[in-house]
C-alpha cells in the first residue's frame, strides 16, 4: 500500500520558472490538501479538495493553483516561481470529510527558488 | 480562524526524563485536536488524536496527552524520553463543524533534543 506519494522529491528552479509538484494516494479518501514547512512556522495550509472538482483555498494560497480531476490526483502548480516559494511541500490526505479522521502525509518534496 | 500556540521552540531533555510539551488553541467551539511528530528528514506521523470522550488520550510510542478544555490546553506528556524521541513535534487543531472544519491548523513546532 503506497499511501501518499509525491514527486519528485527534490527540485531546483529559477525564479519565474513554472513547475507542478504531485501529488497522488491510493487510499480513496476524499480529502486531500497541500501544506508548505518553513523553518519555525510550522506547516502552513495551501490549497485544499474534499472530492473531485472541488477545490478551496487555504492560509497561504497566492502563487499557487491547483485542481482535481480524479479522486487520487491533487497537483500542485506554481505558475511563475519566486524565491518566496523555497520551502518542503507535504501533501495530505484523509478519509471522507470526518473532521476527527487524521491526515496521512506524503514524503515531501524540497523545492529550491534561485 | 482558529490558532495553535505551542510554548516551547527548542527543549533539551536527557534520556529517562520526562517530557510535558505545551499546546493552547484558540476557537470558541467544538475541536478535533492532534500532535503529530516528525523524525529528521521524514514525513509527520499521528502520534495521537482527541475528539470526544475521555480527555486523557494515549498514543503511540508511550505518549500521552490531556485536552483541558477551560484552559484551551492539549499538553504532550511521556514519562520517561528515549534518543529515539528526538524530534519536532507538531500540535494541530481543526473545528469540528463549520466553515473551518475543513482548516487543519498547525503550532509552530517544537524540536526535542535527547542526549543519550
Known amino acids: 500500500n503506497a499511501g501518499v506519494t509525491q514527486t519528485p522529491k527534490f527540485q531546483v528552479l529559477k525564479t519565474g520558472q513554472s513547475m507542478t509538484l504531485q501529488c497522488a494516494q491510493d487510499?480513496?479518501?476524499?480529502?486531500m490538501s497541500w501544506y508548505r514547512q518553513d523553518p519555525g512556522m510550522g506547516l502552513r495550509l495551501i490549497h485544499y479538495s474534499v472530492g473531485a472538482g472541488i477545490t478551496d483555498q487555504g492560509e497561504v494560497p497566492n502563487g499557487y493553483n491547483v485542481s482535481r480531476s480524479t479522486t487520487e490526483d491533487f497537483p500542485l502548480r506554481l505558475l511563475s516561481a519566486a524565491p518566496s516559494q523555497t520551502s518542503v511541500y507535504f501533501c495530505a490526505s484523509r478519509p471522507g470529510t470526518g473532521t476527527n479522521q487524521p491526515q496521512h502525509f506524503g514524503d515531501g518534496t524540497r523545492l529550491s527558488i534561485l | 480562524a482558529q490558532s495553535v500556540s505551542q510554548h516551547n521552540h527548542h527543549v533539551i531533555l536527557s534520556e529517562a526524563a520526562s517530557l510535558e510539551l505545551g499546546c493552547n488553541y484558540s476557537?470558541?467551539?467544538?475541536?478535533?485536536l492532534f500532535w503529530y511528530v516528525q523524525y529528521p528528514g521524514q514525513h509527520l506521523q499521528l502520534l495521537l488524536k482527541y475528539f470526544s470522550g475521555d480527555p486523557l488520550v494515549k498514543g503511540i510510542k508511550g505518549f500521552e496527552a490531556e485536552f483541558i478544555k477551560s484552559k484551551f490546553s492539549f499538553n504532550l506528556r511521556k514519562p520517561s524520553v528515549q534518543w529515539s524521541d528526538t524530534a519536532e513535534y507538531f500540535c494541530?487543531?481543526?473545528?469540528?463543524?463549520?466553515?473551518?472544519?475543513?482548516?487543519?491548523?498547525f503550532g509552530k513546532g517544537t524540536k526535542l533534543s535527547v542526549i543519550p
Open positions: 494541530a487543531v481543526n473545528p469540528y463543524s463549520g466553515a473551518g472544519s475543513y482548516q487543519l491548523t
Open positions: 487510499m480513496n479518501h476524499e480529502y
Open positions: 476557537y470558541g467551539g467544538t475541536v478535533n
